[in-house]
Nanobody, 114 residues
Framework: QVQVVESGGGLVQAGGSLSLSCVAS????????MGWYRQAPGKSRELVAS???????TYGDAVKGRFTISRDNAKKMVYLKMNSLKPEDTAVYYC????????WGQGTQVTVSS
């Protein structure tokens, strides 16, 4: 069964930066569209950024220009660099296969204080 494990969250002040990492046991990782999602308390999970196997990226409007998604196919890793963080970015962040999601991992908590 495919597993994903996220790491790198933490507490940061508004305007600060964090980097998240995700390792996936996806067999065909290099051709899998991977995404970073987030879920804030009382809200639905939302896709914030995605990246194709060859590196094409898309971003949600709320994070465009502040977040950068990247990947290392050899290591089966996906990264999310988050700059200029805002309190509204506070959420649990998850990564997953965008087109055929695996069971969700535990995620990593990001808390941005004002």
């Amino acid at each position: 069964q495919v597993q994903v494990v996220e790491s790198g969250g933490g507490l940061v002040q508004a305007g600060g930066s964090l980097s998240l990492s995700c390792v996936a046991s996806e067999r065909f990782f290099s051709i899998t569209v991977m995404g970073w999602y987030r879920q804030a308390p009382g809200k639905s999970r939302e896709l914030v950024a995605s990246i194709t196997g060859y590196g094409a990226t898309t971003y949600g409007d709320a994070v465009k220009g502040r977040f950068t998604i990247s990947r290392d196919n050899a290591k089966k890793m996906v990264y999310l660099k988050m700059n200029s963080l805002k309190p509204e970015d506070t959420a649990v962040y998850y990564c997953n296969n965008v087109r055929a999601p695996s069971p969700w991992g535990q995620g990593t908590q990001v808390t941005v204080s004002s």
